[in-house]
């Protein structure tokens, strides 16, 4: 089985655009035909929520000017294998080409494993991606590890396996090789 990343993709724009551009991740009750009925959309692009409950909620945003719409995704493998190096064609868009042709703005983080992955593109298409090691955080009272990653506020974290907060940010064996 392929790993799936998923995250947060939080999309600005006019309501109407917001919902253009939610209508290209494949919802659940499409999941069997792998496409949408919308046209271009995002190849391997997963909302395990119902079509109709997406446009309710992008319906109640305000109707005047620039909204923010958050929605949890998934990708096979990864957004940057299935948005961003992606070929159009008859089926699949492109993030940026998207953002471009919807008129929004979209921010996307992203795990899958031990990797993160961060996105933005702009309305024009200016597209900018990174990916990193889901930082490693050590709980000081009873020594569990726990990778956390970076989107979530560590201040409002506990520790997994006692319940006690004060989580502290191990060294990234990235930056020691580095430094080396």
Request: aromatic share 10%; glycine share 6%.
């Amino acid at each position: 089985m392929a790993n799936m990343a998923c995250g947060m993709v939080t999309v600005q724009g006019h309501k109407g655009d917001i919902l253009e551009f939610t209508e290209r991740f494949i919802s659940s009750d499409e999941i069997d035909n792998k496409t949408t009925e919308f046209g271009l959309y995002f190849n391997r692009s997963f909302v395990y929520a119902r079509r109709r409950e997406i446009f309710n909620e992008v319906n109640g945003l305000c109707s005047e000017g620039i909204s923010t719409f958050e929605l949890f995704v998934f990708f096979a493998w990864s957004a940057e294998s299935c948005i961003i190096n992606v070929k159009n064609n008859d089926e699949h868009i492109s993030l940026s080409d998207a953002c471009k042709l919807d008129g929004v703005s979209v921010t996307i983080h992203t795990e899958e494993c031990d990797i993160e992955e961060y996105i933005t593109c702009d309305s024009d298409g200016n597209l900018n991606y990174e990916c990193e090691r889901i930082p490693e955080y050590e709980c000081p009272h009873c020594g569990s590890v726990m990778a956390i990653p970076s989107y979530i506020r560590i201040e409002e974290n506990e520790c997994c396996e006692c319940g006690k907060l004060g989580l502290v940010l191990l060294p990234n064996d990235d930056d020691e090789s580095e430094a080396a």
